[in-house]
């Protein structure tokens, strides 16, 4: 089946840095992406998403840009701070009936 | 806010045991979801469900089965648990309607099979 993944397991900025988490689609048919964050010991938090009619979408800190050419997505965190450390999941829209989810980025902040 | 809410956060139980994990949410969602979360590979799907008394396989059903009576309400069995069971269990929920929505999920359920 289609699936989802991530450049890069893990990930290591400086405080106040910008972070950028990539994210590989193979499903050029998918609609509906979302980023999650999920913090040890928690559940999965949705962060961000964006439909595929459009290219960039921005959130508090954070913004999505999608490249449906390359079928790629990305998850750009400006200013990094502590709180920011945690696993990064994309994840993308299974044919309108759930969602293919990537393996993870692992983020982590360095004071 | 939307909360879904995991019985358990931690279980210990042993090899052919029956488990039950129970998952509740408070925002009358349609939907309902089961994932087991291992290292290296993600948010698998096991079961999901569109509405009460519905199901549907999700990509690793092997081994599970699921029940929903009511709607806030999403169980995940284990008929008799295996050493390749020990996972971390999530529940999702989401909206119904057309096309995949925003899935809230709860903190998790570890599960060690001994």
């Known amino acids: 089946g289609e699936s989802v993944g991530l450049h890069l397991p893990t990930l290591s900025v400086q405080e106040g840095d910008n972070s950028i988490i990539n994210c590989a689609y193979s499903?050029?048919?998918?609609?509906?992406f979302i980023w999650y964050k999920q913090e040890s010991g928690k559940g999965p938090q949705f962060i961000i998403d964006?439909?595929?009619?459009?290219d960039k979408r921005q959130g508090q800190r954070v913004t999505v840009l999608l490249n449906k050419t390359v079928k790629h997505l990305s998850l750009q965190i400006a200013a990094t701070q502590p709180g920011d450390s945690a696993v990064y999941f994309c994840?993308?829209?299974?044919?309108?009936?759930?969602?293919?989810f990537g393996p993870g980025t692992r983020l982590s902040v360095l004071p | 806010d939307v909360k879904v809410t995991q019985s358990s956060r931690y279980l210990v139980k042993r090899t052919g045991e029956k488990v039950f994990l129970e998952c509740v949410q408070d925002?009358?969602?349609?939907?309902m979801f089961w994932y087991r979360q291992d290292p290296g590979l993600g948010l698998r799907l096991i079961y999901f469900?569109?509405?009460?008394?519905?199901?549907e396989k999700g990509d690793i059903p092997e081994g599970y089965s699921v029940s929903r009576e009511k709607k806030e309400r999403f169980s995940l069995i284990l008929e008799s648990a295996s050493t390749n069971q020990t996972s971390m269990y999530l529940c999702?929920?989401?909206?119904?309607?057309?096309?995949?929505?925003?899935?809230?999920f709860g903190a998790g359920t570890r599960l060690s099979v001994l």
């Open positions: 964006i439909r595929s009619n459009m």
């Open positions: 994840a993308e829209d299974n044919y309108g009936q759930n969602f293919v």
């Open positions: 925002m009358d969602h349609e939907n």
């Open positions: 499903n050029s048919a998918s609609d509906y």
């Open positions: 999702a929920s989401s909206w119904g309607g057309t096309g995949a929505n925003i899935q809230y």
């Open positions: 469900s569109y509405d009460v008394k519905m199901k």
